[in-house]
């Protein structure tokens, strides 16, 4: 394809990806996968509406019912892991970003698969969807490895609490290794589960603790690598604002721009 024009999969790149797609072609000639891919590249980073992918991704429809295919029978999941499973440390650091929520992605229709967001009960969004006083939220957590690569993602509504949120994901996080985490995560139970496992808990302690657990202020500095992943991962305007909405969708998207960053 030559040299790649801006947003579209390098050489190498697609090298990886290629051999995870599902391709089998059948009636009539499908669309180039790649050409595709760089498609919904184009959508991801500019924000754009899918029905203004330029004509030389191909049909705007067809970038679209492809990602969504695609993410149904688990090709982003199976790209996702192609790069994190690269991991071979003995780090890693959790964290959270509250992302807003366009009213296009949360104009449900009533009685339809994603019903208009309500506040009765205890149960939460099955949208991840929350209220607040600035409107609409979604929070994207993730589990990053020592170099700021990915290793586990999930989504909650806006006003989840980083620590309780955290249960589902540190799985990954095993004998003699450690977790960084700031203080929104200092919890005994928390802690108590990775010394389970034999691993540490290197998370600050909350300022009011009696008594403060052991902490290493200077492996905490690492830290900032969460941080940096959250902030390229917000150079993609439809993620940095999620317009989706359906929440698997939007999670897949987050998971093949991870595949870019890594």
Known sequence: MGSPRRYELTDFEWSIIEPLLSNKPRGVPRADDRAVLNGVYWRLRTGSPWADIPDRYGPS???????VRWRKIGVWDRIFEAVSKAYDGDIQMVDSTTIRV???????KKGGLFP???TAGN?????????????????????????????????????????AS?????????????????????????????????????????????????FSAFLYRQRN???R???KLKHFRAIA?????DPENYLARVDKQDSQIG
Not at 61 to 67: E, I, Q
Not at 102 to 108: D, K, L, P, S
Not at 241 to 245: A, G, I, L, P, Q
Request: aromatic share 6%.
């Open 166 to 214: 955290a249960r589902d994901l540190l799985g990954t996080v095993l004998a003699g290794q450690m977790l960084l985490a700031d203080a929104g995560y200092d919890s005994d139970a928390l802690r108590q589960t990775l010394a389970a496992r034999g691993a540490w808990a290197c998370v600050k302690p909350m300022p009011n603790r009696k008594q403060r657990p052991a």
């Open 102 to 108: 366009h009213q296009h992605g949360a104009n449900g």
């Open 116 to 118: 208009p967001l309500t």
């Open 61 to 67: 429809t067809t970038c679209y019912n492809r990602f």
């Open 241 to 245: 604002t999620r317009f989706e909405k």
């Open 123 to 163: 149960n939460p969004d099955p949208r991840c969807l929350g209220r607040s006083r600035g409107g609409l939220t979604t929070k994207i957590h993730a589990v990053v490895d020592a170099d700021g690569l990915p290793i586990a993602l999930q989504l909650t509504p806006g006003q989840a609490h980083d620590g």
């Open 225 to 227: 690598l969460v941080e």
């Open 229 to 231: 992943f959250f902030n």
